[in-house]
């Protein structure tokens, strides 16, 4: 499956972005989805992930209550809402594909989009 990431940008403190991730193929449905990112100078960090058919989320802590993952089968499309934005979430975001089981480790998906910027400002 190939991913493509998109929404990302600038925003202020407070604000809200949604990032979506559009996968090629007809077998979206058979992938675990998931959410990363990569700020300046760390690592790439789990953010959010949601099952094949969207009934279970997991999500990092630091992001719990203010994100919330989605998908849409039919449009082959996982979303990335996130709300109450604060500079700390500026990064580089990344959608993540598995056929195997919701994880938060990055080495358990194994296919990548190639990340869209997101910068908020104080």
């Known amino acids: 499956v190939q991913l493509q990431a998109s929404g990302g940008g600038l925003v202020q403190a407070g604000g809200s972005l949604r990032l979506s991730c559009a996968a090629s193929?007809?077998?979206?449905?058979?992938?675990?989805m998931g959410w990363f990112r990569r700020a300046p100078g760390k690592d790439r960090e789990f953010v959010a992930a949601?099952?094949?058919?969207?009934?279970?989320?997991s999500y990092a802590e630091s992001v719990r209550g203010r994100f919330t993952i989605s998908r849409d089968n039919a449009k082959n499309t996982v979303y990335l809402q996130m709300n109450s934005l604060k500079p700390e979430d500026t990064a580089v975001y990344y959608c993540?594909?598995?056929?195997?089981?919701?994880?938060?480790?990055?080495?358990?998906?194994?296919?990548w989009g190639q990340g869209t910027q997101v910068t908020v400002s104080s």
């Open positions: 949601v099952s094949r058919s969207g009934s279970s989320t």
């Open positions: 193929g007809r077998t979206f449905s058979s992938y675990v």
């Open positions: 993540a594909a598995t056929r195997t089981v919701v994880t938060i480790s990055r080495n358990g998906y194994e296919h």
